[in-house]
Nanobody
Framework: QLVQSGAEVRTPGTSVKVSCKAS????????INWLRQAPGQGFEWMGR????????KYAETFQGRVAFTADTSTNTVYVELTRVTFNDTAVYYC?????????WGQGSQVTVSS
C-alpha cells in the first residue's frame, strides 16, 4: 500500500511537502507518479520519479516549482511544491507504476489560505 502524510495548510508564497510511504514492496521497483485534484476538477498529473535513481520527469505546468525526492532507506517518496498559490489547493495523490495506476495513496489535502 501507499500511505500519505496528513493534511497541510499553507499561506501563499510558502512551500509544502507531502510524503508517500510504500509498504509491502520496495519503492525502487516502480515509478511513483504524483497527481492532484482541485475542488470540482479532474486529476492533474504532476510528474513521476524513479525512486531507484531519483530521476524525475515533471509536467511543464510545474517545472521549476516542484521537486520529487525518494528516500530508499525509509521506502518513502516526497513531493515538494514551492511558492504555493490559492490555485494549489487540492488533494495530492501518489500512484504507482504506469497508467492505469494499480495502486494509489489515500490522498493528502493541501489547503492554501491567507
Amino acid at each position: 500500500q501507499l500511505v500519505q502524510s496528513g493534511a497541510e495548510v499553507r499561506t501563499p508564497g510558502t512551500s509544502v511537502k507531502v510524503s508517500c510511504k510504500a509498504s509491502g514492496y520496495t519503492c525502487t521497483s516502480y515509478f511513483i507518479n504524483w497527481l492532484r485534484q482541485a475542488p470540482g476538477q479532474g486529476f492533474e498529473w504532476m510528474g513521476r520519479i524513479d525512486p531507484e535513481d531519483g530521476k524525475a520527469k515533471y509536467a511543464e505546468t510545474f517545472q521549476g516549482r516542484v521537486a520529487f525526492t525518494a528516500d530508499t532507506s525509509t521506502n518513502t517518496v516526497y513531493v515538494e511544491l514551492t511558492r504555493v498559490t490559492f490555485n494549489d489547493t487540492a488533494v495530492y495523490y501518489c500512484a504507482r507504476g504506469g497508467h492505469p495506476y494499480a495502486l494509489w495513496g489515500q490522498g493528502s489535502q493541501v489547503t492554501v489560505s491567507s
